[in-house]
């Protein structure tokens, strides 16, 4: 995450959380000083169960929502410095042209900041791999694909 120019007053450790798919994760905390390097892999898996068509499992994620938040580690609950929100489809298949680097994976946007944050929007760099596949459903005596 990179902010050029900003000093932060609070000195506090910072996190990035992550909610998508229905899941929370975060990465480790880092010091307070831009840029900050979060050199982590989170990982969410989801079974959907009953979709066949993968038509409407992108429905689906259409409807859902991916929200990523920095935090700071200020007491008593954690202070969120920036926000960002897109639904999980376009989060995780994003439009090849807002894409560049090896095979459009490395995506850049701009977090929203939130009004107790002084400067210029975060711009968060980051890269998403999705893997769908199929699954062997047992439901009583019959097999489903």
Known sequence: ITCPGVLLKDKQELYLSVFVLGQ???TECV???FPLLFQERLVFEKEFANIVDP???VKLLEFDTAVLELIQL???EGKVLATYEENTRDFLFPDPKLTHGHR????EILM???PSFTGIAPKLRFSTKSLIS????ILG???LQ
Do not use: E, T
């Open 24 to 26: 929370y994760n975060k």
């Open 31 to 33: 010091p307070a000083v």
């Open 55 to 57: 038509g409407d499992l």
């Open 74 to 76: 200020v007491p008593p």
């Open 104 to 107: 459009g994976l490395v995506r």
């Open 112 to 114: 929203k900041r939130s």
């Open 134 to 137: 199929d699954s062997l459903l």
């Open 141 to 143: 005596r019959s097999h």
